[in-house]
């Protein structure tokens, strides 16, 4: 995956599956990666390899079909990284 490093990406569903890879991908592209989901036993453990990788992530527990969620999540990941690129 070609990505320019320091950029911020956020992926939701990312607690298995396609999101989870998408996620760790990002991460070893050095892109820093807001991990979201449902599960936050399992988001948890998708950061968790993304640091071992060498890479920055943070997880954010949200439901994405309740109302103010997205705009909360990007809130969220701007604080967090300092920035939204």
Do not use: C, K, Q, Y
């Amino acid at each position: 995956m070609s990505v320019e490093p320091g950029r911020v990406a956020i992926v939701t569903g990312s607690t298995s599956g396609i999101g989870a890879e998408i996620a760790r991908r990002l991460g070893e592209a050095r892109a820093s990666v807001a991990v979201t989901g449902r599960d936050e036993t399992r988001d948890r453990e998708v950061v968790h390899e993304i640091a071992r990788t060498g890479g920055e992530a943070v997880f954010f527990a949200h439901d994405l079909e309740e109302a103010g969620t997205p705009g909360r999540l990007v809130e969220e990941t701007v604080s967090a990284f300092g920035r939204w690129t």
